[in-house]
């Protein structure tokens, strides 16, 4: 049986939500959300985030709305917010908000899907 993962305390959180922008924790779970362009944005992120998490094996709650999607982490099992919550977290950042560096052959999208 795998050993469960530590639950981190409120302060552990606080300080490695400011490492995480645009992310908060609120009733008991990491919490961000993302400004879409429609409904087109809503089910790229969705399935973005949806593909993530199981490949990650730790999933998200998710709320898909016209003009946003709503991410919800914790982890269940532990009963808390753990490491595995902010590394998912981080992953989804980076993923959803991804463009081309600069110097890049790639230039993204014509419109922009997320709203920073």
Partial sequence: MPEQEPVLSDAEIS????KLRGWEYHAGTL???FQTDGWR??????????FLCESADHHADLTVT??????A????????????????AGLIEALVLWKPPAGSSLRGPAK?????
């Fill in 73 to 88: 982490l914790s982890t269940h099992s532990a009963g808390g917010i753990t490491a595995k919550d902010f590394e998912v």
């Fill in 66 to 71: 016209w003009p946003k999607v709503s991410v």
């Fill in 31 to 33: 919490q961000r959300v």
């Fill in 41 to 50: 944005g809503s089910l790229l992120v969705t399935n973005a985030i949806a």
């Fill in 15 to 18: 300080e490695r939500l400011e």
């Fill in 112 to 116: 922009a899907f997320v709203r920073e």
